[in-house]
């Protein structure tokens, strides 16, 4: 990951307005910043959350409260809970979430 060139700033994450995408079932509200081409985002899921499609772009995703399942198109399923990371780079494992019990989370990508 290249970080270019931008100054340093900090994000006061209450006014940062989110954003709402539905899932196949649930839904996940969405607060974004950018820098440069680096997306960031705070997404939380909703209880019974599952996205609506398989996802190929890479991503840092931290936990910071509840837990997801993350299946991987080969039948793999990986369990993240709070404390909890992942990495996959863009164009590898094609993944999509899952939350029983809803979950919030810190991406980068």
Same mark, same amino acid.
């Given at each position: 990951?290249?970080?270019?060139?931008?100054?340093? +700033?900090?994000?006061?994450?209450?006014?940062?307005?989110?954003?709402?995408? /539905?899932? $196949?079932?649930?839904?996940?509200?969405?607060?974004?910043?950018?820098?440069?081409?680096? +997306?960031? +985002?705070?997404?939380?899921?909703?209880?019974?959350?599952?996205?609506?499609?398989? %996802?190929?772009?890479?991503?840092?995703?931290? %936990?910071?409260?509840? $837990?997801? !399942?993350?299946?991987?198109?080969?039948? +793999?399923?990986?369990?993240?809970? /709070?404390?909890? %990371?992942?990495?996959?780079? !863009?164009?590898?494992?094609?993944?999509?979430?899952?939350?029983?019990?809803? %979950?919030?989370?810190?991406?980068?990508?």
């Amino acid at each position: 990951m290249q970080l270019t060139n931008f100054p340093f +700033r900090t994000i006061d994450w209450s006014a940062v307005p989110k954003e709402e995408h /539905k899932g $196949e079932t649930g839904m996940a509200y969405w607060q974004v910043q950018y820098m440069n081409e680096i +997306r960031v +985002r705070k997404v939380e899921y909703s209880p019974g959350y599952k996205a609506d499609h398989w %996802c190929s772009k890479g991503h840092i995703i931290l %936990c910071l409260e509840g $837990e997801m !399942d993350t299946e991987l198109a080969d039948g +793999r399923v990986m369990k993240l809970s /709070k404390g909890m %990371c992942y990495f996959v780079g !863009d164009n590898n494992e094609a993944h999509r979430t899952s939350t029983a019990s809803g %979950c919030k989370l810190y991406i980068v990508d």
